[in-house]
Each structure stands twice: as structure tokens, then as C-alpha cells.
T-cell receptor, first 112, second 112 residues
Framework: AQSVTQLGSHVSVSEGALVLLRCNYS??????LFWYVQYPNQGLQLLLKYTSAATLVKGINGFEAEFKKSETSFHLTKPSAHMSDAAEYFCAVSVDDYKLSFGAGTTVTVRA | NAGVTQTPKFQVLKTGQSMTLQCAQD?????MYWYRQDPGMGLRLIYYSASEGTTDKGEVPNGYNVSRLNKREFSLRLESAAPSQTSVYFC???????????FGNGTRLTVT
């Protein structure tokens, strides 16, 4: 069974600073990996998806994530945080069935 | 495009009452899902339907039942609500296995 660990339930960054959200997964086979974002009182929206075509995946709103098989990691980054990036972010993994497992989530706060 | 529509948005139930959460998607997706979101626990899969006519249990199915009424609609029923079922419920759909999920805006349920 796959599981997802997000390190840090809360991250606070200054506007313009680097955003780094960590995600590690446990899986014996190359997985589908996703990052989703949730704004207050809304459902989750897809930020990006890893599909094995490239290890560095670019998503919406300037976010990108790098798949590192040796580290079983899929960390999310954005070079320069914007106030609108304040939200909760979820890493998710599926392997060979229809079930998507989500991490516990990381809340990002952006300081002016 | 409406995407995934959930009703109701909010609901308060007394212990032992029953209710059905409705979900419909207009994207012609094959797969549909019900998740619950609780603080610090991410999203947990309750039930899913890989295709019209099939349903399967997810991680936390106890106390719930589902019906895949047709390709568009997937309902979640609580037969006898318990306070432990207080949560935010999200319906989602996807085109196929490994495809990104599209989420509704959620139903906030409180059981007293």
C-alpha cells in the first residue's frame, strides 16, 4: 500500500521568498504523483502531476515539483511567494488502482 | 462549465438521522469518488466508482453507502448519523485511472 508524508503542517514565508513544501511517498513501483491546492471553503484544484515523462514538472501559478526516485520524494517549490499563494497544499499518490492517497496537508501563510 | 456539483453545501443532523449527499459531474468522466476531510488527516477515501455500475469501498467506508445512479451522478448516504461523521465531504471525478481528480466545493456536515 502506498502512503504519503508531508513534512510540516504549517509553513510561513515572506512575500517574494522561496516556497518549499516537502512530500515523501512509499511505493514499490513508479507512482502517479500529484500536488493539489485548496483555498478556503473550496474544493481541491490540481497544481501539477508527475507522469514519468520528465522528473521536473511545471504546474500552474509558477509552481514546480521534482520527482526523485532515489529519495522517494516529490517536493513542491515556487521561487517567489505571492500573497495569493496562501492556501493548503496536498501531495497525493496513486499506484495501480483508482485510489488516491493524500498527505495530511501543509498550510502556507505568506507574510507581507 | 459546472464541473462537479455537490448539494447541499451545509447540513446539520441529529445523531441517528439519515441523509443523502448528492453529486453530479458534467465532464463525462468514468470514475467518481467520495472523500471526507478532517483537520490534520488530509482526505480519506470513503467509496469510489471506477465506472458506471460498479462501486468499491475505500479507506473509511463504515457507516456509509453509495449509489452510482448513472454516469453523471454518485450519491453518498448516511443511514444513521453519528458525531464521528462530522466532517467536510468532497465528491470528485476523473476521466480514468491515474487521471487528475476534479473536486466539488464540498458539503460541511455537523452531527450533534
Amino acid at each position: 500500500a502506498q502512503s504519503v508524508t508531508q513534512l510540516g503542517s504549517h509553513v510561513s514565508v515572506s512575500e517574494g521568498a522561496l516556497v518549499l513544501l516537502r512530500c515523501n511517498y512509499s511505493s514499490s513501483v513508479p507512482p502517479y504523483l500529484f500536488w493539489y491546492v485548496q483555498y478556503p471553503n473550496q474544493g481541491l484544484q490540481l497544481l501539477l502531476k508527475y507522469t514519468s515523462a520528465a522528473t521536473l514538472v511545471k504546474g500552474i501559478n509558477g509552481f514546480e515539483a521534482e520527482f526523485k526516485k532515489s529519495e522517494t520524494s516529490f517536493h513542491l517549490t515556487k521561487p517567489s511567494a505571492h500573497m495569493s499563494d496562501a492556501a493548503e497544499y496536498f501531495c497525493a499518490v496513486s499506484v495501480d488502482d483508482y485510489k488516491l492517497s493524500f498527505g495530511a496537508g501543509t498550510t502556507v501563510t505568506v507574510r507581507a | 462549465n459546472a464541473g462537479v456539483t455537490q448539494t447541499p453545501k451545509f447540513q446539520v443532523l441529529k445523531t441517528g438521522q439519515s441523509m443523502t449527499l448528492q453529486c453530479a459531474q458534467d465532464m463525462n468522466h468514468n470514475s467518481m469518488y467520495w472523500y471526507r476531510q478532517d483537520p490534520g488527516m488530509g482526505l480519506r477515501l470513503i467509496y469510489y466508482s471506477a465506472s458506471e455500475g460498479t462501486t468499491d469501498k475505500g479507506e473509511v467506508p463504515n457507516g456509509y453507502n453509495v449509489s452510482r445512479l448513472n454516469k453523471r451522478e454518485f450519491s453518498l448516504r448516511l443511514e444513521s448519523a453519528a458525531p464521528s461523521q462530522t466532517s467536510v465531504y468532497f465528491c470528485a471525478s476523473s476521466e480514468s485511472q491515474g487521471s487528475p481528480l476534479h473536486f466539488g466545493n464540498g458539503t460541511r456536515l455537523t452531527v450533534t
